[in-house]
């Protein structure tokens, strides 16, 4: 790797570690510079602006969960649904998503925090992130169906209504303490397959 490009990365390292921590707007460029051991001046040889370096930190992470998704153990997962029942199987994909989230969290804390504020990226990880975790929604909910196991609904408004839950699950892992996360993981299961009417 180039000096140049070592230097991008350690700007871009030290980012997400004071993003995550701070907020981007809270966030001085002389304190990734410090973080980073490079000049401020170095940072603007590479970005014009902070905005700049949030959009490649962003940019950086969805490029990461892409290709984390496309060899992701969820595949496998989702394989082998037809051979088990359904509780255990939406148990391992959330089991499953949420080692990913604590092996990217830094990456997740900066990206939940700033789409509320950038439309930009928010229509990136939209279109990226948010499709992929879709799409394998979508297929898990088609093998329930074919299996007799889900109603036969608006797959759209179902598949999204499970991942409303899991992603508040995970976030509440994220940023709130769960005094007994496993036991939640299976109420929100038990609440999405048969909900909270007696």
């Known amino acids: 790797m180039k000096k140049s490009e070592l230097t991008k990365q350690k700007i871009l390292k030290a980012s997400i570690e004071l993003f995550s921590e701070k ?11 410090k973080k980073a051991g490079v000049s401020e001046g170095t940072i603007f040889k590479y970005f014009e602006k902070k ?3 949030l959009h490649a930190v962003v940019s950086e992470s969805i490029d990461v969960f892409i290709k984390e ?3 992701s153990d969820l595949k496998e997962t989702i394989k082998n649904f037809s051979k088990k029942d359904i509780k255990i199987i939406l148990k391992e994909i959330i089991m499953e998503r949420l080692s990913f989230f604590n092996k990217y969290s830094k990456y997740l804390k900066i990206i939940f925090n700033e789409i509320q504020y950038d439309e930009i990226l928010k229509e990136k990880v939209i279109k990226s992130i948010f499709n992929e975790f879709k799409s394998n929604a979508n297929e898990v909910y088609g093998i329930g169906l ?3 196991e889900f109603k036969n609904i608006d797959s759209y408004v179902a598949v999204r209504s499970f991942i409303g839950m899991i992603l ?5 892992k994220l940023y709130l303490k769960s005094e007994n996360f496993e036991k939640e993981i299976d109420t929100v299961i038990e609440i999405f397959l048969n909900g909270v009417k007696i």
Request: charged share 25%.
């Open 69 to 71: 998704f496309a060899v």
């Open 146 to 148: 074919k299996r007799g």
């Open 23 to 33: 907020g981007f707007a809270s966030t001085r460029t002389l304190e990734i510079a």
């Open 168 to 172: 508040m699950l995970l976030f509440q």
């Open 51 to 53: 905005k700049d370096i």
